[in-house]
């Protein structure tokens, strides 16, 4: 089983229930089957606007190749004109959602050139990642070496002309926030990586352990924001976090937001607006705080 991203009985009941705790009924779709619909958006939900003045920019669908020939999808928004920073964005564990697209696009308008990818090109090949698509049994057949052979792919496409020169950050939600973490002691070249409710505990592969394991490794800065009411993430491990960064001496932020529940920039982002305006404020600093001038 070396290098899966596992994806267990305990895990499939974590994320039911962060499913149930963000507000949608118990019901037979709690059920830990294959059939679960586990994700940590809802498909109407949309990114809540970032601050600031916005510019012209334009995205635009993709098809990257890894190195190993694997096809997938991305999705790439560039503004006019452009910053010093881009990033690559990590989706959940739906890939690249509508959601990804336009969150995206949000960063572009601010002046952020940014990479949405998908995770399924193995296995979904490259089908649509909307509302109906079947994502658990690909989910289950993710794999770190794979998923890192996709995102240096991704990294080199953003990394292409004056690329090569800005400052490159990750940006992952949920699961893609734990992959966050990962990346953060992988060797990419990042100037930071940014993790929105990261789960902790879960073990993503053999060779790293969780994302709480993997932080110990860390060498880049690390931007994490967790919601206090989220039952997934209890505070003992964001605490656990915190201080894996300190001993690694890593650059951090780490920050909770009381009362918010997991998923509070999005499907909670007109409830919890505060929160999501702050947390885009605390992103576009963190950017601006690792970008050279």
């Given at each position: 089983?070396?290098g899966?991203l ?20 118990p019901?037979?779709?709690?059920v830990?089957?294959q059939e679960v ?21 334009a ?24 910053s ?24 572009a ?10 995770y399924?090109g ?11 698509f079947?994502?658990?049994p ?32 990750i940006?992952?939600f949920?699961r ?8 953060a ?58 201080a ?5 001496g ?16 999005d ?6 607006a ?5 947390a ?6 963190f ?5 050279p001038?």
């Open positions: 089983m070396a899966r596992l994806n267990t009985r305990a895990d499939l009941e974590e994320t039911a229930a962060l499913r149930y705790h963000v507000g949608r009924p019901s037979a779709s709690l830990l089957t619909l586990l994700m940590c958006y809802d498909d109407n939900a949309r990114p809540p606007l970032p601050p600031g003045q916005t510019r012209p920019a995205g635009a669908d993709l098809v990257l190749t890894a190195a190993d020939g694997n096809r997938f999808n991305a999705y790439l928004a560039c503004p006019t004109p452009p010093g920073a881009q990033l690559l964005i990590y989706p959940d564990i739906r890939g690249l959602h509508q959601f990804y697209k336009e969150l995206a696009l949000r960063f308008e601010i002046g952020v050139a940014a990479l949405a990818m998908d399924f193995r296995t979904a090949g490259l089908t649509s990642r909307a509302d109906g079947e994502y658990l690909h989910v289950q057949q993710m794999t770190l070496p794979t998923l890192q052979a996709d995102t240096r792919a991704a990294l080199a496409h953003l990394r292409q002309g004056q690329g090569a020169a800005r400052a490159t950050f940006l992952g949920c893609g926030g734990s992959l966050s973490l990962v990346a002691g992988q060797g990419y070249g990042l100037a930071g990586v940014i993790a929105f409710y990261a789960g902790l505990s879960r073990k993503l592969d053999d060779s790293v352990g969780s994302a709480l394991d993997a932080s110990a490794h860390a060498h880049t800065p690390v931007l994490g924001l967790f919601g206090g009411a989220d039952q997934g993430i209890p505070p003992e491990q964001v605490a656990a976090l915190q894996n960064l300190a001993q690694v890593v650059e951090h932020d780490i920050v909770t937001y009381p009362g918010a529940p997991h998923s509070f920039f499907r909670s982002a007109a409830q919890y505060a929160e999501s305006a702050d885009w404020r605390r992103v576009l600093a950017i601006g705080a690792h970008t001038a």
